[in-house]
């Protein structure tokens, strides 16, 4: 006869992680960066009372489980409230991306269908620009300035003083909706993914293991990414759950105010897209004296490839650089670069050729390359499209039918992402497919290109692109902004490559630019660039 | 319209943490002391291969999903092979222990069914105690010795060597059952509790974590608790999962074997019942530069409460004792002592009273007390019977119906502990609500006296009992070991007490004897001590 498990079936779910902060965790501070740069500051025991006051005045609202209450907020201690305040009240928390155009956002509510928004007083006229085309029930502006809620809105202080402080989380089963992102892709309509309590708990006990991003509750964490950006990487979650103290910058995300917030409030942990870091990196050494930061702060990459430049660049400073690969789509956790105590003993460049990876699955998570022939061996030189599978990744997308050249038949999902994994399992991102050039048949990966001329001491940032071209079909172009005051021609960029690549892979056609157009996350736009440079005139071709 | 989460519905499964570790742990190392005391060494490369292999010949021996396939084993390679690979066949590993009295293991193995047994040859002796009471359809015998398997039995490396190598592990529903333990009760049957690979993974999760067990890639782990024992509290899945380095001790579990294996593989975590370190502290005393262990070296001591001394002691030597608190029922971790940053910045004599402490409630597991009067405060003070919720927390026992004295009509677990829980939300573990001294119609505390008592410098062990009064109804009895060489009378004793507790508190009666009897995981066996003192005469009663 078959034993049966013994276990309870307790269901998984945000609200432990709530009751956790306040129960064990109350006296840990929350400081966020507010729009006149005035810092404010209060606990988790704060943050408990007001999520629960929330979600009790979202109930009387009459907010039903699964309904979908939206966000457009910085990152702030009412946008946490609203993390872990909407899941309580059993509805679903749907960060809108306050970087997208206002016909997207509008897209984007009528979509999800959207109930109630809770919106910065500071990004009303972000709303004014959209607000016509869509209808909310109910809007809760949030108070930042100061300033009094103008007339036809709700005042979330005013709404939570109303809450009677009584108020017991609504149960609800581990697999019910707690929060909701929209993909920003550059084609298309964006695509909803629905997170579950279950996806996210298990998303964020395994975000918080020392061989994943290893966060405890010694921590001081400093989101950059936006918390309307891929759930802020999860890193909201973590810090609730582990009692980790948290920095939030509000809108304030220059690099002068990040470091003083760095600096200011003894940051250990932050994260955010290689831009940004790029931006930093340049502060920091343009003075380098003038900044005290707390030794081996690490600084999380995510979003795209950074170059190895970029890793060795904060060494300098005895800053470490961490990577780590997901999306929307992956909660965002996929793949996080964490070498193992055999390899902290390797030389220095072998160490700094795995860091640069994106590293090994996440654990929960299963990873395979798919190139034209069917799975592709774990070598570190062929690549193929990355396929995902596991608890916190999507199997479709919010009401929409679930397409072949997302999913495949054997339930895993399509990245649209390419690269290699190494015999370690560790996995080098090289392109999105679309981003591939094809030239004279063969494939040239454009982020190799990219980091490899941004090695180059005159090259701030590089963007290689495919332009069509008479012979070869496709051949790279090189978009280049040059570091101020420094100079470099084309043929001196074009022989620093050289050096990495076989001939045939080096660009042969550069333009220099002042600014890179880039996407509302901060990635390059290379949709507009191929567009920008689709009639390149080839000389000799 | 109610959103509904698009996540995938991916199992939860321990082949999951077995196909990791070949595939990204393969060279960690995995060292085992043999019966002759020779060490066996492989990898986690051998482990993944073997351990696929014994499901493969399971499955091939007609195994089906949810027989059970019992162990009686010491610690050591071959029962790491049977955690893994019984579960990938898709069966139940129910570990025997081999502590119990034979007619308890033939009562356990025919109440859960057994189908094989796998049992290590030096353990045969003890099979022929109670294999007539018992019938298994196979016996496989590991040869620790490297003897001939006798007739009649299955050879575990001779069937290993005819698996295929081509076998991909029995996919099972997440709730399925993968372990099985009974509980080693002293009074009344042993109760079976049935494990499910969701239960083992989300244990295994949480126990990785820096505020829980903290176990990562750089670690040694040695797991001094058995493998039939609570799962030696998950190690064994936990260095899997992790990859740490796994040092298995045998069937030495003697206090210069254990510091010997400790200073040869660098070991840097360990775990174990208090009488074990009691015995590791008196051999370093007896010797201190004798031993070179790896400085920090973490000691997680389980099973009961373990006095301040045992933690003041280790600190001497640079060995860190740490404290947690569970049982069989709760696959064990209930509670784990972990100090927050802030309680570290504490005064050092506030720390201890913290790190003596059981600690918090595992993330994923809720704790109550329950007192006289239904739910009791958590001020320090208040005592109450300690009651626990949680995914890896047993709600009911192996074919038998659910009784109130086991589980209370709201789904809590009760643990029969008693305990009382802080401000900070730690827990004190006081006693078994059966061996409570009720004195004049007040409790005293039995743990608490004997962790008191063993303070005392001539006192090596000391356990406290109740034995009936003819004025008082109980009154607590001391039973004394004191340390070698050492004497000191009950007068000095009870006056060392009295400088803690209250008068009436204190033991008035005390024996001094060689030996406290011990149950098979090393307790004190308090109903043989009231049994052998329950006429004790009370002088002027």
Known sequence: MTAVSTMMRAAL??????????????????????PDKSLHRHTFRDFHRRALALAEVLVAAGVQPGDRVATLSWNHYAHLECY???????????????????????????HAKDHILIVDDVLLPLLAQFSKDVKFERI????????????????????????????????????????????????????????????????????????????????????????FHANAWGLPYLAVFVGARLVMPGPHLDAESLLDLFQRERV??????????????????????????????????????????????????G???????????????????????????????????????????????????????????????????????????????????VRESSFTADGWLRTGDVGCIDEHGFLRLT????????????????????????????????????????RWAERPLAVIVLRPGMSATAEEIQQYGSRTFAKWQVPDAYEFVAEIPRTSTGKFLKTKLRDMYKDWAWQGA
Request: proline share 7%; hydrophobic share 40%; charged share 20%.
């Open 140 to 227: 809760i502006v949030v108070p930042l300035t100061g300033k009094p809620v103008p007339a036809g809105y709700d005042d979330y202080e005013e709404l939570l003083r109303k809450a009677s402080g009584r108020f017991e989380p609504v149960a609800v089963d581990e697999h019910a909706p707690c929060g909701m992102c929209y993909t920003s892709g550059t084609t298309g309509h964006p695509k909803g993914v629905v997170y579950s309590h279950r996806s996210t708990v298990l998303h964020t006990l395994v975000a918080a293991l020392p061989g994943a991003l290893g966060v405890s509750d010694t921590d001081t964490v400093l989101p950059v990414v936006p918390m």
């Open 13 to 34: 779910s945000l609200n432990h992680f709530l009751d956790r902060a306040g129960r064990y965790h109350a006296d840990v501070e929350i400081v966020s960066r507010m």
């Open 84 to 110: 872990f305040g909407i899941p309580a009240a059993g509805a679903v928390m749907h960060n809108l991306n306050l970087r997208l155009f206002p016909h997207d956002l509008a897209f984007i509510v009528n």
């Open 319 to 401: 800053l470490e650089v961490g990577t780590a690969w997901g999306m929307t789509e992956t909660s965002p956790l996929g793949t996080v670069s964490a070498l193992t105590a055999a390899m902290r003993a390797l030389p220095e460049d072998q160490q700094y050729a795995l860091r640069v990876k994106q590293g090994r699955a996440a654990p929960l998570v299963e990873i395979r390359l798919i190139g034209e022939q069917g799975e592709v061996a774990w070598d570190g030189q062929s690549a193929g499209e990355i396929q995902v599978r596991g608890p916190w990744i999507t199997g479709s997308y919010h009401e929409m039918p």
């Open 268 to 317: 250990t942990i932050t994260g955010g897209v290689p831009t940004i870091w790029l931006s930093i990196l340049q502060a920091l050494r343009s003075a380098p004296s003038r900044w005290d930061l707390v030794p081996g702060m690490r600084m999380l990459v995510g979003g795209s490839a950074a170059p190895e430049s970029l890793f060795r660049g904060f060494d300098e400073f």
């Open 431 to 470: 392109d999105r497919t679309k981003d591939l050039i094809k030239s004279g048949g063969e494939w040239i990966s454009s982020v190799d290109l990219e980091n490899a001329i941004m090695g180059h001491p005159a090259v701030l940032e590089a963007a290689v692109i495919a332009v069509p071209h008479p």
